[in-house]
């Protein structure tokens, strides 16, 4: 049978106060009921919660797992929501037309704060291994219609300088980096590619794979997932 618990919400920026919850309710539960009580967009925000020294991380886990009473003070942080994760698979797409222009696969959603990072990968990037060299995958920082910051992430694949093959390494841009330096709340990025024209040329991508971190978050589970998939 459920317990009725009542707990104590400490925060920096806000008064104490109580809230009333079911030990069976799940941490995720109870991030919901604060942020309605609180009135913030679970979009823009991520609340960290912590008894004594443990966080409160997993939000599938019941509140009774981390052995909590009525009365019992709980810290809560609020910070920048969890990272966006943007998926592409790109399934030997030909292009029989005769334009090059770059092709949007996955887009985020608009930013809501700073960004701390982002981590590219891809499992398998390639073209139709022979004949002229095109494909190339890009990483666009957008506001509006308006594009900041354009990364070609590799190169062109089997074009001059590329020496990864079918399997690039994983890449981490920071601050230092002008396509996280220049992001501002309200922009947004979009994975681009580009395939040659007229018929002989393909691009095949799988588990390409964009994640975008906020800074001064300590949230790892996405706020948001975007999942593209081209089929020939």
Same mark, same amino acid.
């Given at each position: 049978?459920?317990?009725?618990?009542?707990?104590?919400?400490?925060?920096? $920026?806000?008064?104490?106060?109580?809230?009333?919850?079911?030990?069976?309710? $799940?941490?995720?539960? /109870?991030?919901? *009921?604060?942020?309605?009580? /609180?009135? /913030?967009?679970?979009?823009?925000?991520?609340? #960290?919660?912590?008894?004594?020294? *443990?966080?409160?991380?997993? +939000?599938? &886990?019941?509140?009774? &797992?981390?052995?909590?009473? *009525? @009365?019992?003070?709980?810290?809560?942080?609020?910070?920048?929501?969890?990272p966006n %994760?943007?998926?592409?698979?790109?399934?030997?797409?030909?292009?029989?037309?005769?334009?090059?222009h770059l092709? $949007? &696969?996955?887009?985020?959603?608009?930013?809501?704060?700073?960004?701390?990072?982002?981590?590219?990968?891809?499992?398998? =990037?390639?073209?139709? !291994?022979?004949?002229?060299?095109?494909?190339?995958? =890009?990483? *666009?920082?957008?506001?509006?219609?308006?594009?900041?910051?354009? #990364?070609?992430?590799? @190169?062109?694949?089997?074009?001059?300088?590329?020496?990864?093959?079918?399997?690039?390494?994983? #890449?981490?841009?920071?601050?230092?980096?002008?396509? %996280?330096?220049?992001?501002?709340?309200?922009?947004?990025?979009?994975? !681009?590619?580009?395939?040659?024209?007229?018929?002989?040329?393909?691009?095949?991508?799988?588990?390409?794979?964009? #994640?975008?971190?906020?800074?001064?978050?300590?949230? $790892?589970? +996405?706020?948001?997932?975007?999942?593209?998939?081209?089929?020939s």
């Amino acid at each position: 049978m459920a317990v009725p618990l009542t707990l104590s919400i400490c925060s920096l $920026t806000n008064p104490t106060f109580d809230v009333g919850v079911l030990d069976t309710n $799940t941490v995720s539960d /109870l991030r919901q *009921t604060l942020f309605g009580r /609180l009135g /913030l967009d679970p979009m823009k925000w991520h609340l #960290k919660l912590t008894y004594g020294n *443990t966080v409160l991380e997993d +939000p599938s &886990a019941m509140l009774s &797992a981390y052995n909590l009473e *009525t @009365g019992c003070s709980l810290t809560m942080v609020k910070e920048s929501p969890g990272p966006n %994760v943007l998926r592409a698979t790109i399934n030997d797409y030909q292009n029989h037309t005769d334009s090059s222009h770059l092709r $949007t &696969a996955a887009r985020s959603k608009e930013l809501v704060g700073p960004v701390s990072n982002i981590e590219v990968s891809a499992r398998t =990037f390639r073209d139709q !291994e022979d004949g002229n060299a095109k494909s190339k995958l =890009f990483l *666009t920082l957008m506001d509006g219609e308006k594009v900041l910051v354009r #990364k070609n992430l590799y @190169g062109t694949y089997r074009g001059k300088g590329y020496t990864y093959g079918r399997h690039p390494p994983a #890449k981490c841009f920071t601050e230092s980096d002008e396509i %996280v330096s220049q992001a501002e709340p309200g922009c947004f990025y979009q994975m !681009e590619y580009e395939v040659g024209h007229g018929g002989g040329h393909r691009i095949i991508v799988d588990d390409w794979v964009v #994640k975008i971190s906020y800074l001064s978050s300590s949230c $790892t589970e +996405p706020s948001d997932v975007v999942n593209f998939l081209l089929r020939s």
